[in-house]
């Protein structure tokens, strides 16, 4: 069974702090990663996408891939209330179906004025 | 754009009642896909459409069906709603799946509640 795993938390930072946010994933064939922020009763939203070693930068958001840990980070600078939200990790499963995304469960994160 | 839309937003339905809902894209995306995200469990496929004309059952297929009307529509029906069934359904679109920075795009999501 493929998995992606995060920490549930609830993950607290103070208004204007770095938040990293974590998830590894078991296929090893994973060629993209996403990460998809979630506000209470919405739809997931694309913030990222990354699919090479290393750091991808946007904005105050910078993704972190290292496949050979099968290991991959979001880091939030600077941040602000606004972000406070669900974040999904999903890797897509090139093992299985077709490249279908396996999503993880998501982290809470709450950012405090 | 308005991107991917679903019908209906809420839905409360009794045991045993059919429904189906709707969603549409108009991103001429090739694949569409539908989930299911519980408390605690996350997003899981229920089935997918990698192209116009194809369906294939996803992680918890049971108690649905699926039909890709034309490149735009993919509907989800529950022929016999459960209790079980009770939760927000969400669909989404991608250029085309399998390729390697294929990216998923969300609808708002329907809030289903069966009694």
């Known amino acids: 069974q493929k998995e992606v795993e995060q920490n549930s938390g609830p993950l607290s930072v103070p208004e204007g702090a770095i938040a990293s946010l974590n998830c590894t994933y078991s296929?090893?064939?994973?060629?993209?990663f996403f990460w998809y922020r979630q506000y209470s009763g919405k739809s997931p939203e694309l913030i990222m996408s990354?699919?090479?070693?290393g750091d991808k930068e946007d904005g105050r958001f910078t993704a972190q891939l290292n496949k050979a840990s099968q290991y991959v980070s979001l880091l939030i600078r600077d941040s602000q209330p606004s972000d406070s939200a669900t974040y999904l990790c999903?890797?897509?499963?090139?093992?299985?179906?077709?490249?279908?995304?396996?999503f993880g469960k998501g982290t809470k994160l709450s950012v405090k004025p | 754009n308005a991107g991917v839309t679903q019908t209906p937003k809420f839905q409360v339905l009794k045991t045993g009642q059919s429904m189906t809902l709707q969603c549409a894209q108009d991103?001429?995306?090739?694949?569409m896909y539908w989930y299911r995200q519980d408390p605690g469990m996350g997003l899981r496929l229920i089935y997918y459409?990698?192209?116009?004309?194809?369906?294939d059952k996803g992680e918890v297929p049971n108690g649905y069906n699926v039909s890709r009307l034309n490149k735009r529509e993919f509907s989800l029906r529950l022929e016999s709603a459960a209790p079980s069934q009770t939760s927000v359904y969400f669909c989404?679109?991608?250029?085309?799946?399998?390729?390697?920075?294929?990216?998923?795009?969300f609808g708002p999501g329907t809030r289903l509640t069966v009694l």
């Open positions: 989404a679109s991608s250029e085309l799946m399998g390729t390697s920075t294929d990216t998923q795009y």
């Open positions: 296929d090893r064939v994973s060629q993209s």
């Open positions: 990354i699919y090479s070693n």
């Open positions: 999903a890797v897509n499963d090139y093992g299985g179906s077709q490249g279908n995304l396996i």
């Open positions: 991103m001429n995306h090739n694949s």
């Open positions: 459409s990698a192209s116009e004309g194809t369906t």
